[in-house]
């Protein structure tokens, strides 16, 4: 199955201090002695060597661990709260509906990675703000998919049925209405995540992640944009490595698409 | 297209110059006649559409759908066709082969021919097929919400078909639109269900076409308004000699409005000729059986309906015998030997069954009609329906005759209710007035049916009862068990992800009992509505519509509630399905002495069920007594008005308008725009509900009364 | 209609001034002290206690939020701890740069997207190309994109140019009055700017528009697989329409609300991307604006920069809904 791409992906995350041939924080000494830019292919760099000589295929598989972990907690925590605020308004209705929903709206109605470039700058450059910053404006997305969900479904005449059948509020809820937004929310995540790779890519691009040195996709890439033109594999093989990352998140999204029957 | 001269001889004169220039045609034609296969009156030459041994095979998934199988059908210069059949029939997959506009995604598989004035809707090029559509064929489809582009004008709509302006007036007039210049600058959304299948009507008669495919036209609309739409067809038939091909699996709208049927069962044509002979004097078990189970303002009371025996047909099967044989009830031995052919009874009388008329000549019929009606016990009623309904002795003799204490125990109470439900946004003002001061009375073991059209509040009344609809003013009392509900969807009403056990286990989910226990009686309950035990680990969606509704029943009643109450439950399901429902209803009621109150629009229904029955129009009660009198000798204009306008009856005159926009009814009596009695005085007041001699009786004493709120009622000398 | 439009105008407002919450509440939390930022590190007590004074900082918090809410009525964003000059003064020298950038990507966005919808809709043979396209061209980040611009089109073709809005060698480039240089260079009778200018933003441009335009594109080809399967489609061929007219007069303009819809929100993911690519291309923007002030802390600055990004998406957006009233009547009630 296609789907299970999600699961090998986070084994591989995992398996990454295993895998990864080197230190990525450490300029790697060679027979020759200077290891600055050797490129791809040579003197046993797979991916090539940067600056001072670290290698880039060890710091890439670094990067991609943080990258997933990031991406998968960001949408956990997106699903969950908004899960359970979309649950909530959609399950009640009335006032509580309208409030949740106009909070929901206002998150919505801004620029939400600008906002988030923002919060972080606020806060301070560092990995747990940014995750911290894109989950606030990440879960509203999907509060609405939720709620949608769910009021379409609160139309139903099963859940006037189970309520003359005396069923609790709880029940109702956990029983009659959320097994009914599952796949909707399930799908919209599984396609969810590339988005995620790459706007976390780029607030780590910008600076906006843990600091140098830590292995970060965005922020290498960044790094090597000032050597581009002369030594290009250190700029484009971390954007490569999203580019993949991605790809094969949507490809397992879309796998999980097809099994739940969404269009 | 030349206008078409109204003789039909011309007409088919016209026919054969053409078929002359084109070649296959004409050989079509000969072959046809040469072995008959093509049955209608004459011969296949003239006709304007016709269908040769015509199969289409849906892929769904891994099933194979045969939705027709060996279909040859004609339709003749200025006739209308019925094509009649339940669900799974094939009967709309025809319509649409005819149109040449079968889903392309899966494409289906399709042998024979569909043919209109000669071209071949199956092989020939799209563009052939376009100028077809556009010259020679109309079409209109149930829902007429979906069937318009909601971002078009309707004027722009017709405009696209007719090509100009005037002509679609002409054409929006033809279809009996009002104000039809004014109504061209509408959006579908702001016109009634009504008005926008006379859109439908008007874009379909677009360009003088030979034949108008109209696919369960009248399904989604009320019974006036259907009154209406059929009126018109016929009117369109006489005027413009327009052919109608109505597929419907409604025989009595079939009977109202056709010249010629033809029964379909399983993808194959059981039966076709006039519909007068047809309806009389049906031949083949499945039109006589199906003639049989519907539901009629004239049938025996309290007895059991006749129902189909076994389930529905499998359509992804290739028949090697008769498709009906498994639940027919005359079948020989050799009805086993391949699938019958049509064969020809008389000039014009087809049928696919190889019994000969002796075996089953006349009476032969009545062998169906009489099996196992066996009578069952109706609730006690709590009238004698012999002596005079009004008079006061009766109400007294009730009250006193402690005998039937229990009976007469009130359990359902509603005191003027009233509930509107805002449009739009809260503050704009516009409500939907759904309940405008009904009131309501069921006695302990009594069934009472609410019968009104879309906008009545009879649905919203019957909320309310349950709770699941607060009222805005007014009172409900419940006197016992909480009500329990049966909706119009079973498989709405179904939480599709749980089991039928865990369903049916959530209501015994206050009572403690063990875990086999519960299941003991989930299992006891699913046997009380004929479904076998092996049911309890399915999905609802494994379950086919009928089981479904009786799933729905059976979680109503395994806790019995003092009142059950049914929303349309029979509406969404086959003519044959309904009745099994109606019957399985009264049985429980009867075993299990719980009151009902069933809503339905459909009058026959409604006396079939209940003991009393309330008319509703614009959320008030405007008629109400036993159900059997109403039916019978209806008082108020408006049930005179829907009993006039069920079809199938042979008298047949449609009431005038719609039902109105119930965000703001009319002033007065609410049904007088529409009223063909009405007078001054009917706008300025609003007359309550009164017995014959014009006593009021505002609603605290229903029991056996024929109350009527009009001021022609008899008691309005009286009051005056 | 006008009362769906002052609606949502009211809506609009409304998000705004919970911005100005949230950009206050941020400033409060800020991880840089702005008397500290002003002064430097070794400024006296007293010193600070002026400088805060000079700031508001010792009146209540309701009165700071005033004041500063209204300065923000007067274009005030406050004084840029960088350069010590009001953030306004480069907002307005920057802010047109970043218009004309993301005007241009959106265009880009939207005609790409059109052409993948409705190529990707169609029954024709090509239509599974499109959709093949779509999904890998989906998962590049922008900044790849770049780079891949970057070393095909200007190191290797030697095509465009690779950074800034204008060649050096176009002499005065005019200044006014739209602040887009390609319009600018209209009105001033100078195609040579408009043309120069065109040619700068293609490669940036391009490389926002790609990601959104597949989501736009994708959104707009279901949308029109569905509104092919439904009944008044069924309708239109029943009358037999053409199936091009079909296509184009019932079934895409019901089928461009949620494409329009899509559009409004890949805005904010296109001003996340504006801000890497104007780093990238050494567009003189807002976004290369935000990336200087990132690492200096300067908080006024990167606030005013999100002020006038979300104010300029949420006025977008509303022009988006109230467009689809236009489109779709049985919006407006």
Redesign the interface.
Known sequence: MVASVFPAITLVALLVPILAPDNPLIPVTTSSGMSSFVAPGHHGFLLGSDLIGRDVFSRVLYGIRTSWFSAIGVIASGMIIGGAVGLVAGASGGLVDSILMRITD?F????????A???V?????SLFHTLVAVAVVWWPFYARIVRGEIRALAGRTHVDAARLAGVSRFRLATRHLLPGAVPAIVVTASLDV??LL??M???S????GAPEPAPEL?AM??QG?QF??TD?WV??MP??A??AL??LS??AG?GVRKLWGR? | MAAPDPGIGTLAGNEMTMSETSPPESRQGIRDQVDGRLHGSGSGLDAVASTEDLSITFARGRQRIHALQGVSIAVQPGEIVALVGESGSGKSALGLCL?G?LP??PAPEVAGTATICGVDMLTSP?SEK??????R???V?Q?PM???????RVGAQVI??AGSEDEALSLLEAAGIPHARTRMRS?P?ELSGGLRQRV?IA??L?GEPSLVIADEPTTALDVTVQAQILELIRELRETKRTSFLFVTHDLAVAQQVADRVVVMYGGRVAESGPAGAVFDSPYHPYSAGLLDTRITLDGPLAVELPTLAGDPVDNSVVFSSCPYLPRCPSAQARCEDGVPELRQLDADRWVACPISADEYSGPGLVSIRSKARRAFQPAPRTLDLTESPDSPEIQLRGEASDGKASSHQVVVTVNDAEKSFPL??RD?GRAVLALRGASLRVMAGESVAIVGESGSGKTTLLRAISGLTPLDSGSVQIEGRSPQMVFQDAGSSLTPWMTVGDILGERLRKERMSRHARRARVIEALRSVELSAGVVDAKPHQLSGGQRQRLAIARAVMVPPSVLLCDEPTSALDVSMASTVVNLLGRLRSDLGIAMVFVTHDLAVARTVADRLCVMYLGRVVEEGPADLVCSNPGHPYSIALLESVPGRGRFSPVSGEPPNPVNPPAGCSFHPRCPQAEAACSATSPCLKTGQGEEMSGLHPGDHHLVACIHWGGRLGSS | MTSFVVKRVG??L??VV??TF??FF??R???TDPVHAMLGAGASPAAVRAEAHRLGLDRPLVDQYFSYLKGLTHLDFGTSYRLREPVSTALATYFPATMELTAYSLLFALVIALILGVGGAG?WKGAGVFRAIM??A???????LA??G??VFY?HLNLLPAAGRISSSVANPPTGPTGFLTIDGLIAGKPNVTIDAFIHLLLPALCIAL?PAISIGRILR?SIEQTMQ???V??????????RSVLL??AL??SVGPALSMAG?Q???M???V??IE??FNWPGVGWF??Q???Q?D?PA??G??LV??IT??AI?AAVDVLQAV????IR?
């Open positions: 206002a919505l109605a801004l620029p939400g990675p600008v906002i470039i923002c919060v700058a606020a806060m301070g450059p590339a988005n790459i706007t890519a780029g607030l691009f910008l600076g906006l965005g890439a960044a944009m581009l033109l290009w700029a484009v954007g490569m999203i580019f991605a790809l949507n490809i879309d269009s | 149109l506009l392309t995604r799209e376009r100028a077809i559509r556009r010259s064929l109309g079409a489809f829902d979906t069937s318009l582009n909601p971002t078009m696209e078909a959006y959304h439908m874009m379909a677009a739009g946004r704009s | 809506a609009a409304g998000i919970v911005l949230v950009m941020l400033q939390i800020s991880h029954k999904l890998p989906a998962c590049i980040p922008p900044f790849l780079m891949f970057k070393i190191e990601i279901s439904m009944d008044h069924r309708t239109a061929r029943a009358k037999g329409l053409k199936e007069k019932h303009r019901n929100l805005l904010g993911l001003f996340a991307g801000v890497v780093i990238m935000l990336a002030s990132i690492p802390g908080f990167i606030a920069v999100t990004l979300s998406y949420v957006n489109a779709d009547p049985r009630v």
